[in-house]
C-alpha cells in the first residue's frame, strides 16, 4: 500500500514542478483571472493596497499585528511551522480541522510514515483529492513565474496568448519585488521576480521549534534552505494556499458535519504562510481565490477540467459522481475506526477549533486582511452568484444535497464577503475573491438540517 501511493506522490510533485510552454486551457484561466494584480501600481488606489499589503505582511509576521487567533501567537507560530509541509498523499496534515475524534480516526488509517511514505484512507479518496490537487496547484504553479516575468520557470517564454492577458490590461509583472524596492535580480532579490516578505520585508521574526515530522527546524531553512529553498521562486499565488483550501474542500465534502471547521482549518493554513514569512497577505488570498475557483468548476464537471491526464494521477471524466463514491467510502471506513455514527464523532471536539465564534473571528480576519479597496464601484455592488458564477454553488451542493443549485448561489450570494477588492474587477473570478465559505456553510447547514 506504501509503494504504490510513493509512486503517486512522486508523480505528482514532478507534475507540478514542470510547466509546459504552451499553458493550458485551465492555466489560463487562471492566470486571466489572478491577472488584476499586476495592474495595481497604476492607480493610487492600487497602490495603497499594496502599501497595505506590505504593512499587514510584516505585522503579522512579526506579532505585531494581533489577528483573532485559534491559538496563542507563539503557539500559532509553532503551529505555523508545522504546516510548512504538504502532505499531498493523503491529506493527514489538515485532517484536524475534522475535530479531536474524528480527526484521530482519519490519521489512523491515513499518515505519513516518514517524508516520502504514507498510507491512504482508500483508493476512492486518494483519487479526488490527487485529482483535484493535480489541476489546482498545478494552476497555482502557472501563476509562479508567469506573474514573475513572464516564463513558465523563470526562463522559457511563456505563449503569446498567456502574455496578451497581461498586455491588454497594461499590467506589470514582477509587481512585489518592484513595490516594495526588490527588483528581480537585484541585492537581496531573487532571479526572477516578485521577492517574498522573508527578502523584502525590513524585519524578519524567526519561529525555532520542530516541524511536522518532529525534526528541529526553524522558518529560515523553509526559506532560505536547506530544508526549503524560496529564494527564487517567485511569490504570487500561494501555492501553499492553494492545496491547503483544495485539500481542507476535499475533507469538507468527505465529512459535510464539520464543513465550516474544515473551512477555518484551510484560512489557517494560508494565514501561516504570513506567519512563516513565506507569502504576503494577497498571495494567501489568491491563493484561496484560485482554489475556490478550480474546485467550483471540477464539481460542474467542467469540460476543460475533468477527463484531463496528469502523470502518476487518476483521470477523472465525472468529479461530482468521484466525490460521492468516495464519501460512502470515507464514512463506512471511519465509522468503523471510530465506533460511532460520523455525526457523534465529528461533534467530539475539545481541540483549536471547538469555538464556534472563535472560528468565525479568525476566519473574518482573513476574508481580505483589511486590504483598501482597488475597485470603488464593485465595493457597494449587489452580485447575484447564480448569474455571475453559477459553477459556485456545487461547493454547497456537494455538500447539502438537498438544496438546489439555485438555493445554494443564494446562501453565497447573501453570505458574500466584502466587495471592491484587489481581484475583484467585476469578472467571475472576482466574485470567487469575495465567497465566504465559513459563513454560506454554516448558513446551509442550518438551513438544511433535518433533511
Do not use: W
Amino acid at each position: 500500500m506504501y509503494g504504490r501511493r510513493l509512486v503517486g506522490a512522486l508523480a505528482v510533485a514532478a507534475m507540478l514542478s514542470i510547466r509546459l510552454e504552451a499553458q493550458s486551457t485551465t492555466d489560463l484561466a487562471a492566470l486571466s483571472g489572478l491577472a488584476p494584480v499586476t495592474t495595481l501600481s497604476r492607480t493610487s488606489a492600487g497602490r495603497a493596497a499594496l502599501g497595505a499589503n506590505y504593512t499587514v505582511t510584516g505585522g503579522i509576521q512579526a506579532g505585531e499585528l494581533r489577528q483573532s487567533a485559534l491559538l496563542p501567537f507563539a503557539d500559532d507560530q509553532q503551529q505555523a511551522l508545522r504546516d510548512v509541509f504538504e502532505s499531498f498523499g493523503n491529506l493527514a496534515q489538515l485532517a484536524d480541522g475534522l475535530g479531536t475524534t474524528l480527526g484521530a480516526a482519519y490519521v489512523t488509517r491515513a499518515h505519513y510514515i516518514d517524508r516520502t511514505h504514507f498510507t491512504e484512507l482508500s483508493q476512492s479518496v486518494s483519487d479526488v483529492a490527487a485529482y483535484a490537487l493535480a489541476v489546482a496547484h498545478g494552476n497555482s504553479t502557472a501563476g509562479k513565474y508567469f506573474f514573475a516575468n513572464f516564463t513558465t520557470d523563470g526562463r522559457k517564454p511563456v505563449s503569446a496568448e498567456a502574455k496578451a492577458i497581461v498586455e491588454k490590461i497594461d499590467g506589470t509583472v514582477d509587481m512585489f519585488g518592484r513595490a516594495y524596492g526588490f527588483p528581480a535580480g537585484g541585492p537581496g532579490a531573487g532571479s526572477y521576480g516578485d521577492a517574498r516578505p522573508f527578502q523584502t520585508e525590513p524585519n524578519f521574526t524567526r519561529i525555532i521549534g520542530r516541524d511536522y515530522f518532529g525534526t528541529p527546524a526553524d522558518n529560515t531553512v523553509y526559506n532560505r534552505g536547506p530544508m526549503m529553498n524560496l529564494t527564487n521562486s517567485p511569490s504570487f499565488p500561494s501555492g501553499h494556499t492553494t492545496y491547503g483550501y483544495t485539500g481542507v474542500l476535499v475533507l469538507a465534502f468527505l465529512f459535510p458535519e464539520r464543513y465550516p471547521e474544515m473551512i477555518v482549518r484551510g484560512a489557517e493554513y494560508g494565514n501561516h504562510r504570513i506567519v512563516v514569512g513565506a507569502h504576503y497577505a494577497m498571495d494567501v488570498l489568491g491563493g484561496r481565490t484560485l482554489a475556490l475557483y478550480d474546485m467550483a468548476h471540477l464539481l460542474a464537471n467542467d469540460s476543460a477540467y475533468v477527463g484531463q491526464s496528469y502523470a502518476g494521477v487518476q483521470t477523472i471524466k465525472d468529479f461530482r459522481g468521484a466525490v460521492v463514491r468516495a464519501r460512502k467510502d470515507a464514512r463506512k471506513i471511519l465509522e468503523t475506526v471510530c465506533g460511532k455514527a460520523i455525526a457523534e464523532c465529528a461533534r467530539e471536539d475539545i481541540g483549536r477549533l471547538s469555538d464556534p465564534a472563535a472560528n468565525s473571528a479568525f476566519y473574518a480576519s482573513t476574508q481580505t486582511y483589511g486590504l483598501p479597496v482597488v475597485y470603488a464601484a464593485n465595493s457597494t455592488r449587489i452580485v447575484d452568484v447564480g448569474k455571475v458564477a453559477p459553477e459556485a454553488g456545487y461547493l454547497l451542493t456537494i455538500a447539502y444535497p438537498s438544496l438546489s443549485l439555485q438555493q445554494a448561489n443564494d446562501i453565497l450570494s447573501k453570505t458574500l464577503g466584502p466587495g471592491g477588492g484587489f481581484l475583484d474587477d467585476g469578472s467571475e473570478f472576482g466574485v470567487y475573491s469575495r465567497i465566504d465559505l465559513h459563513a454560506a456553510a454554516r448558513y446551509a447547514a442550518v438551513l438544511t438540517a433535518g433533511k
